[in-house]
């Protein structure tokens, strides 16, 4: 059986560093590596990615809706890229932000499934149908050893019209929050007013074997962090880092030292090629100050 996701992470961070590096083949890229923005182009900026990457990051992220918008033949691409990505030894993090309700949210978990063809190691997730539209993508992540991280509080600007919005004593993104420690809690049940968590206040706060597989998004470029992460018992994804303006610096203000962060970046990585080299250089200077 596969080793939970928050077991098989903690692994590729002590092994490789903790960075994420999105893969975001958005059409001004494809030109800037002078390709063309087709399946073709596509196929070949993936290609040169993975196998740059691959066998040195812990994890790559790819935007779903860039391989979606060139049909089924760039889903193909994504279906040939991953499992060799996989195989390399990066975990595969779909950035898919989904979320539904029933049978609809199962299908989606299936990205989770290792028969998928489109198998990845973890997703990402949307949770504003509230937290038991996603309950069945956490019972397929718990049988096959996949992960979540759930939208809780997001860097662009206008994120606080409803994130900040309160649900009883709660803002909407602490909500989420306490949603996702419960899942990585067993036994811990979540209510409002919020129980004490100062039995779980310090599980698995770092990268560790009990590291659980249920992680959260929290922006790394935001200017205070105003949710309580104390205890949450899995991985924070930390997107922002580079173009779009957050720092290593960023990342310590807000979450300091003791947590369990996956920095992401992407712009400013990417960018680095279409030259192998290039690429794999960028990529460990990010590596090299996320460990400093």
């Known amino acids: 059986m596969t080793a939970p996701f928050g077991e098989r992470l903690a692994d590729a961070v002590a092994a490789r560093g903790p960075l994420c590096v999105g893969i975001d083949p958005h059409a001004p890229l494809l030109e800037k590596w002078g390709l063309t923005d087709d399946p073709d182009g596509l196929a070949r900026f993936t290609d040169v990615v993975v196998d740059a990457l691959a066998g040195s990051v812990a994890v790559l ?75 069945p993508a956490v019972d397929t992540a718990r049988l096959h050893g996949g992960g979540l991280f759930v939208l809780a509080r997001t860097s662009n600007p206008d994120a606080g019209t409803f994130q900040h919005a309160l649900a009883g004593e709660r803002s909407v993104a602490q909500v989420v929050v306490d949603t996702v420690r419960g899942w990585n809690t067993p036994g811990w049940v979540v209510g409002d007013p919020l129980p004490d968590i100062a039995a779980v206040r310090d599980l698995a706060s770092r990268f560790g074997p009990t590291t659980g597989s249920f992680g959260v998004v929290v922006g790394a470029t935001l200017r205070d962090l105003d949710v309580d992460l104390d205890g949450l018992g899995g991985p924070i994804l930390a997107p922002g880092l580079g173009a779009q303006g957050g720092s290593v610096a960023d990342l310590r203000r807000l979450f300091g030292t003791g947590r369990a962060v996956v920095p992401t970046v992407s712009r400013d990585v990417l960018a680095a090629g279409p030259d192998p080299a290039a690429l794999r250089a960028a990529a460990d200077r990010w590596t090299a100050e996320l460990s400093g």
Request: charged share 25%.
């Open 61 to 135: 992220k790819p935007q779903l809706a860039f391989y979606e918008r060139h049909g089924s033949r760039g889903l193909a691409v994504l279906e040939d890229a991953m499992p060799r990505a996989r195989a390399a030894g990066a975990l595969v993090l779909l950035d898919a932000k989904r979320g539904d309700i029933g049978s609809t949210m199962d299908a989606y978990g299936d990205y989770l499934r290792p028969d998928h063809p489109l198998a990845v190691d973890a997703m990402t997730v949307s949770p504003y149908l509230g937290p038991g539209s996603l309950q």
